[in-house]
């Protein structure tokens, strides 16, 4: 079976389905609506950065600090959430078994989501009023975003696809509720094992987060979500 | 379905074939509707996520509870916060397993059986519940042991850790209602977000009347809102019954939870009339709660009696509250330091009681010590001594000379970090003007002025490194003779020695 799905997807005329594979690969898992969330994640660091930047009297206090902290946490989170639960397959083992260029189909779906969260995110945080002094939103919600989409598919790969909000939602929800729990100069000074919640400029926290981001990458595209059988809850 | 045959139904007289009496049926209906939860609960897969309730649900109230001195009420509210972990979770549980019958295609085929819709929700609301309590109790177990090996005040607040348990059952049921109404593999993402907004929504949108008093219905009315006004204290009760009252609102809200989850499924008169009932008995139980001048504020804690462990140290008496009595040692210490240079002096207590912090914000006294064990314990106890002119009070500002000797005070009990100095703890130099500021985006208020103030900066370092190189004698003889121009904000940096 091997060589055969070696021959098809080695054959220079079998490869000219390609764009129809990926369409018939992404509409199969339901990418549109993945696309329009991760959009519309994204763009909640637009719609915020009036409340995240001004209190409700105007004031500029540490709870605006906060407040552009969590988006920080929640929104790559998020985003990576919805990239890690699009992962799944409906078809599972026969897929595996029968289909081809399957690596390529998930470099192509799992980055074009990733691209278009980054562009969004990232043209959107060019626009902000930052309250975090000396620190970069843009390179905090990328290097989270990153880290975050790499632990989502490898819970996917290990666990299931469709709860692999667990990890990233879980890492944010800490580095929020830290960040609320101390004073606010130690905001971005937590434990090193803490990479979201670090200061940009923290190298080990970009470490790690690459390291989770390739491992769970290459993991994903070399074997793809588990398959979780129907019987299974 | 069997028939039975005509010679049974022949032989035997229409008596001898009984229906089970009702209490029987209930009986047998609840003993089925166990069973099936026991198997839902084995089933599921909600033992993946009892690791990470537990990880995550101890580590993150750890960050602010954890410090050297143990207080039974601070890890009964540490154990309470963790369901801002565990609750969440719990619900996002409960969105996966009631979307299974959609997930699995066999929800035409669930609709077709005679079993109830509204049953099978309610399983899924057990198994969520039972995984999320399960985590909440493991997290509950673990500060407990804390507080058994280790608290040197208090006793366990059962009222505060159930009112999480409830928590984390109302978020499941959240959890449900939307698995239920979102029908998506999303669904458990969106219930997790959700019922973590509820929980720090509080701290992030503060709706506060002129008086001060909180009116966020989030802060007043979810556990997590309620631990930020309540603090528990060593040193106060609450005078409202924290149990009783939270407690009956938390059960009238899951009610009124389940009653909504009810008519989704059931939408009858009696599942109307349900909702209903629920409504009003939520709405009466959250009446006191969503009054705020019934219950916040100073006038509704209690001192709690105690007997301060007290020590003599050159000349000052220090005392500390006993669940504190291992701090003592290092407090006196402090005490004596920093206020031995100026000692006797006009405002200068020397007595010193550690108090509620909360009651040191409110009126500043002499002779108070608020953060025992504290790294900045001692910020509020010099600022005391020195009252800010009535007239620049708006902005924080008094005399550069003040807050020279203030630094210069805090440093000598050499256990305040050098960026102690020149942050502000003690408020702005009046020599630098306040300008109004451009914050960009069109957003605008009165500060310091920043180039000015770092030009200012050098001259007010150099004026207390200066006053710290002079012998002691010196000093002193300095103080004595300009203690109250000082105090009063008449003197300047020129007129240091």
Known sequence: MMAVTRHISNNPVCGTGLPRLFVLYVLARGAFRSMALVIGVASLYGVLNGWASTSADGGLGETEVLKQFGLMQALPAAIASVIGMSAWSPFGEVERTAGSSLPRLRLLHIGLLLVLGIGVSWALLLGWTSRLPGIDPGLVALRNLLGMTGSALLVGRYLDARVSWLLPLAMAMVAVFRSMSVAIERIWSPPAWLWNGQSPSANESWAIAMTIFVAGGALFLRVGARDASGEEE | MTTLSPSFVADTPASRITQPSAPARVTATIRSFLMLLWLGIRRSQGYWLLPVMIGVGVYAPSIGHLPDIVLWPDMSMATLQSYVIVGPLAAALAAWLVDRDRRHRMRHLMESTPGSGFQRDLLAL????????????????????????????????????????????????????????????????????????????????????????????????????????????????????????????????????????????????????????????????????????????????????????????????????????????????????????????????????????????????????????????????????????????????????????????????????PSLVGSGWFGWPSEVSVSPQDYGNEMTGIGQDQTEMAAFQPRMDAAREQFAALPENEQRVWLEANWDALRAGELTLEDLP
């Open chain 2, 126 to 417: 057990g198994t969520s519940s039972f995984w999320g309590l399960a985590g909440y109790v493991g997290v509950a177990i673990w500060f407990c042991g804390q507080a058994m090996m280790r608290a040197t005040w208090g006793g366990p607040d059962v009222g505060l850790m159930a009112t999480g348990a409830m928590g984390v059952v109302a978020f499941a049921v959240i959890g449900v209602l939307i698995g239920r109404l979102v029908a998506s593999k999303f669904s458990p993402l969106l219930a997790l977000v959700a019922t973590f907004f509820l929980t720090i929504g509080t701290d992030l949108f503060k709706i506060t009347a002129d008086d001060g008093s909180i009116l966020n219905p989030i802060q007043l009315l979810m556990p997590y809102g309620l631990s930020s006004v309540n603090y528990p204290s060593v040193f106060y009760r609450e005078n409202h019954g924290f149990a009783t009252e939270v407690g009956l609102w938390m059960v009238a809200f899951v009610g009124l939870l389940v009653a909504s989850l009810a008519v989704l499924r059931i939408r009858n008169a009696g599942g109307w009339l349900a909702l209903s009932g629920m409504l009003l008995l939520a709405g009466i139980a959250a009446a006191p709660l969503i009054n705020p001048p019934l219950n916040w504020g100073p006038q509704a804690w209690t001192p709690i009696d105690y007997t301060p462990v007290c020590e003599s140290r050159d000349g000052f008496e220090i005392c500390v509250h006993p669940a504190y009595e291992s701090e003592l040692d290092e407090t006196a210490q402090r005490v004596s330091s920093t206020f031995g240079p100026i000692q006797g002096l006009d405002g200068v207590a020397s007595t010193w009681n550690q108090v509620n912090p909360i009651r040191v914000r409110d009126n500043q006294e002499p002779g108070v010590i608020d953060g025992v064990g504290q790294q900045y314990g001692l910020i509020s106890s010099v600022a005391a001594i020195f009252p800010i002119p009535g007239d620049s009070s708006q902005h924080g500002q008094r005399p550069a000379a003040q807050v020279v000797i203030m630094e210069w005070l805090v440093q000598q009990s050499s256990l305040g970090p």
